[in-house]
């Protein structure tokens, strides 16, 4: 059993009771709002295989595409992925890529009205499509890092609007 101290710390952990048991949180009580969230991050490579993402050139096709279908899919399963999230009835997944220079960056948003946030769906969104990239990819470069995924904003709820700085 914790002890005192790890109890009290364990209390304000919203999935965490005050036994320290893992719960899923509920929002039973809480009023529907409008909610999203927008989450990014990117992918690092080569000049080859970013090259090859570009022109649709590499062994697997159409990479960005398969990618933008995997982030809205793995979205729309976020609560099957990650033990305590809920599941969740999304109006609206929008997964878009960017080029820099030596990466794809990728952006999610999520929206929906709901009880509760749609920051991990956004995030799964970002991640999935990331890690699809990798997936079709790796035939030109194994060497490729997924890196800074972060959540950029998230508006509704009771703690309201949020922006990364």
């Not at 914790?2 to 009771?17: A, F, Y």
Request: with cysteine; glycine share 10%; hydrophobic share 40%.
């Amino acid at each position: 059993m914790p002890n005192r101290e790890m109890q009290e710390d364990m209390t304000s952990l919203t999935h965490l009771d005050d036994k320290g048991a893992a719960r899923m949180v509920d929002v039973g009580g809480k009023p529907e709002t409008g909610r999203s969230a927008t989450a990014t991050g990117r992918i690092r490579m080569s000049a080859e295989a970013l090259n090859a993402i570009r022109d649709g050139s590499g062994p697997k096709g159409d990479v960005l595409a398969a990618a933008r279908i995997a982030g809205i899919m793995a979205a729309k399963r976020t609560g099957d992925l990650i033990p305590l999230c809920h599941p969740l009835a999304l109006d609206a997944v929008t997964v878009d890529f960017t080029f820099e220079d030596d990466a794809v960056r990728a952006n999610a948003r999520a929206s929906l009205t709901g009880r509760t946030g749609v920051e991990m769906e956004a995030l799964t969104a970002v991640s999935l499509a990331l890690l699809t990239i990798y997936d079709m990819g790796k035939a030109i470069e194994k060497g490729m890092v997924i890196e800074e995924i972060r959540l950029l904003e998230k508006t509704g709820g009771k703690s309201g609007d949020w922006r990364a700085e």
